[in-house]
């Protein structure tokens, strides 16, 4: 059992700290948002993420405290994981001022040795300026030492990424500091969490024990952005080639499937949509870019990656228009807001960038999240912008039916109540959830990226209702 302590309690320390806990370990989380530490202390669960609920539950008070006291937490720990955000600054670097705070912070409470561990996702040479910071502001230097550890956790399915990863990377440059981390681990590595009748369970495929990758501390840094980069990239490259397909009346789904068998390629992350957005592709993206160009690399490659995904939205916005002419006017259903299925996170969402330009054209909006909407109405009122409390509801009247997250729940719609909800029988699915044969069999008229149009020749039963 170690003392740990993580600083941030947003998606990643939140859902580290209680993994942790359930590994074993006593673990304190700090954040400095008061009203986020009380909510933690009274019992909220301040984000949406399956099994984290249970894993508070079954932790706090025992392995699992909450503080804003960052000195008292540095004291009682052995390793202190710094996964505070990272946002991007006007230019498109990573600003590392909240990083660099709490380096300062954490310098003042060194009293023996201890590891530093990034976990928010950095730019390369991030741990040397940590060592540089917590140097100048008085921490001894044989009393520690600083690491990188990237989380590759998904918003959705943070805990089961976290306790059932692929690989967990270590970036250490001294044996002590990799041997603390990898007693940090060590319940995953060496399998006895897996054993555990109470272990949460994890995805059918899971690989485990996990392998644990050992490299320097600048290799660790450069794994994660290199890793988001070209995750960001098939995502590109797959809206490019649904592109073509909807230009030469190919099948996306067809084409992805024959690529995606490609054992050296694999078939993850080839689904086109309306691009990718969250709190990190696009951010780290844009910091990986300003690290190659710092280095004296253009990595024109990302340029592209960027742009292609950028245009996403407005191919999605002409298919709009295309499906409903004028927009002025329109009601329109919008099925989803977050970034990605299975979060409430609104975090550069292509979903809210689309909204906003429709409500700009003068649409009304019925929305319906099954988790997001919360966030979204109190973050932004429009007067054209209502929220729905099902996905049917949004759709009572509606001109048209945008699908713009990939929830589980959307690709299950029954769409005999959907054809009778809608005013018009159309469907603009930016997240190909459905099959263009299906549709136009429940006489939907079916717009989606890089399928062939579905047009209804007939309704049987019932009148069609576009003439
Ligand atoms: P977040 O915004 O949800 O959480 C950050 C937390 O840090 C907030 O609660 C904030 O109050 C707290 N904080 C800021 N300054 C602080 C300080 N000085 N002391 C204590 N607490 C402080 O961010 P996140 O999504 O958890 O991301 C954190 C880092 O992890 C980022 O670098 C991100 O790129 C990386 N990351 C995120 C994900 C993801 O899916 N969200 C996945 C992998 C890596």
Redesign the pocket.
């Known amino acids: 059992m170690m003392k740990l302590a993580v600083?941030?309690?947003?998606?990643?320390?939140?859902?580290a700290g209680a993994c942790f806990a359930e590994l074993g370990h006593e673990v304190i989380l700090?954040?400095?948002?008061a009203v986020?530490v009380n909510a933690l202390q009274r019992g909220d669960v301040p984000?949406h993420e399956q099994f984290l609920p249970e894993l508070l539950e079954r932790h706090r008070n025992r392995r699992l405290s909450f503080t804003?006291d960052?000195a008292a937490a540095v004291k009682a720990s052995d390793a202190i994981f710094i996964?505070?955000?990272?946002?991007p600054t006007e230019d498109g670097e990573?600003d590392l001022s909240?990083?660099e705070?709490?380096a300062r912070?954490i310098a003042g409470s060194i009293d023996r040795y201890k590891v530093v561990v990034e976990?928010?996702?950095?730019p390369v040479y991030t741990s040397t300026w940590i060592r540089k910071i917590m140097l100048l502001n008085g921490a001894p230097p044989e009393l520690f030492d600083v690491a990188s550890n990237?989380?590759?956790?998904?918003?959705g399915t943070?805990v089961t990424d976290f306790l059932f990863p692929d690989r967990i990377v270590i970036g250490a440059d001294t044996l002590r500091c990799a041997e603390v981390l990898r007693e940090c681990y060590q319940p995953l590595v060496g399998g006895a969490y897996y054993l555990c009748p109470e272990a949460i369970p994890g995805p059918e495929d899971a690989s485990v024990p996990p392998p644990l990758i050992c490299t320097s501390a600048k290799s660790a840094e450069l794994i994660?952005h290199a890793c988001?980069a070209f995750l960001a990239m098939k995502i590109s490259f797959v809206n490019a080639v649904a592109s073509i397909c909807e230009s030469v009346g190919a099948n996306v789904k067809q084409v992805v499937h024959g690529i995606g068998s490609d054992s050296r390629i694999g078939p993850r992350f080839l689904r086109p949509g309306i691009g990718y957005g969250?709190?990190?592709f696009p951010?780290?993206l844009l910091a990986f870019r300003s690290v190659a160009r710092e280095c004296g690399y253009d990595f024109r490659l990302l340029d592209e990656v960027i742009r292609i995904n950028e245009e996403q939205r407005h191919r999605f916005l002409r298919k709009v228009r295309k499906a409903l002419w004028t927009l002025k006017g329109k009601r329109l259903a919008v099925l989803g807001l977050a970034f990605k299925g299975g979060?409430d996170?609104l975090?550069e969402s292509p979903a809210i960038a689309i909204v906003k330009c429709l409500l700009q054209a003068g649409c009304e909006i019925a929305a319906y999240d099954p988790a997001a909407a919360g966030h979204a109405a109190e973050s932004f009122a429009h007067r054209g912008m209502s929220f729905a409390d099902t996905a049917y509801d949004a759709l009572q009247g509606a001109d048209a039916l945008l699908i713009l997250t990939d929830w589980e729940e959307f690709a299950a719609l029954d769409l005999d109540r959907a054809y009778d909800a809608l005013r018009y029988p159309i469907v603009i699915d930016g997240r190909n959830l459905y099959e263009p044969e299906l549709m136009a069999e429940h006489g939907l008229v079916y717009y989606s990226m890089g399928q062939p149009d579905a047009v209804p020749e007939k309704r049987a039963t019932r009148t069609l209702k576009l003439a």
């Open positions: 600083i941030g309690s947003g998606y990643v320390g939140l859902v700090v954040d400095n948002d986020k984000i804003g960052l996964a505070v955000g990272t946002p990573a909240y990083v705070s709490v912070g976990k928010s996702t950095v990237p989380e590759f956790l998904r918003e943070a994660k988001n969250g709190s990190c951010k780290d979060t996170d975090r």
